[in-house]
T-cell receptor, first 111, second 114 residues
Framework: GESVGLHLPTLSVQEGDNSIINCAYS??????FIWYKQESGKGPQFIID?????DKRQGQRVTVLLNKTVKHLSLQIAATQPGDSAVYFC??????????FGKGNQVVVIP | DADVTQTPRNRITKTGKRIMLECSQT?????MYWYRQDPGLGLRLIYY???????NKGEISDGYSVSRQAQAKFSLSLESAIPNQTALYFC?????????????FGPGTRLLVL
């Protein structure tokens, strides 16, 4: 199977519960943030983004929260489903106009 | 995402061989990127291109080269492959005139260097 999830922090969630995935970013000048989902054997897939002039943004079953004071980003998944099992990455765009990716968090949904 | 395709999907090669990984996109994006991913690590940028024939080094460009001869294609070459280049390689694209610059990824190429 896909080995990208090895050695990553793992969140085990009961199906139907809410999931919260956290990310600490490093650059206080970053002005744009993205969450990606990577399923086994696939490339990262865009989930939701947020600009630094916002502190919350909602999508379908997902919410991203941004706390610039402590440089923290979180992704909340409502009513977690088996298809949500994946590795989740945050990414920040800094002054060099390039994305810097976090190492990722493995989410395992227990049926 | 079928809009960004990579070939081959899997490749086994020997140390010292030259190999090329191809990326094609139908999204009409002008910016393209090559990343590698190793177990337990985040994505690391190898090279990127903002337009045809524009080439920029990323974090880990040593041992790699790229070519961007057309807007829709961005190829990555390993001139003389070595075992520590064993990794997952991802191509990505983005639209350069957008303030938000979301990157869209291909399905990846799994490379094993023996």
């Amino acid at each position: 199977g896909e080995s990208v999830g090895l050695h990553l922090p793992t969140l085990s969630v009961q199906e139907g519960d809410n999931s919260i995935i956290n990310c600490a970013y490093s650059n206080s000048a970053s002005d744009y943030f993205i969450w990606y989902k990577q399923e086994s054997g696939k490339g990262p897939q865009f989930i939701i983004d947020i600009r630094s002039n916002m502190d919350k943004r909602q999508g379908q079953r997902v919410t991203v929260l941004l706390n610039k004071t402590v440089k923290h980003l979180s992704l909340q998944i409502a009513a977690t489903q088996p298809g949500d099992s994946a590795v989740y990455f945050c990414a920040e765009k800094g002054g060099n106009n390039r994305l810097a990716f976090g190492k990722g968090n493995q989410v395992v949904v227990i049926p | 995402d079928a809009d960004v395709t990579q070939t081959p999907r899997n490749r086994i090669t020997k140390t010292g061989k030259r190999i090329m990984l191809e990326c094609s996109q139908t999204k009409g994006h002008d910016r393209m990127y090559w990343y590698r991913q190793d177990p337990g690590l985040g994505l690391r940028l190898i090279y990127y291109s903002f337009d045809v024939k524009d080439i920029n080094k990323g974090e880990i460009s040593d041992g790699y080269s790229v070519s961007r001869q057309a807007q829709a294609k961005f190829s990555l070459s390993l001139e003389s492959a070595i075992p520590n280049q064993t990794a997952l390689y991802f191509c990505a694209t983005s639209k350069g005139d957008s303030l938000i610059e979301t990157q869209y990824f291909g399905p990846g190429t799994r490379l094993l260097v023996l």
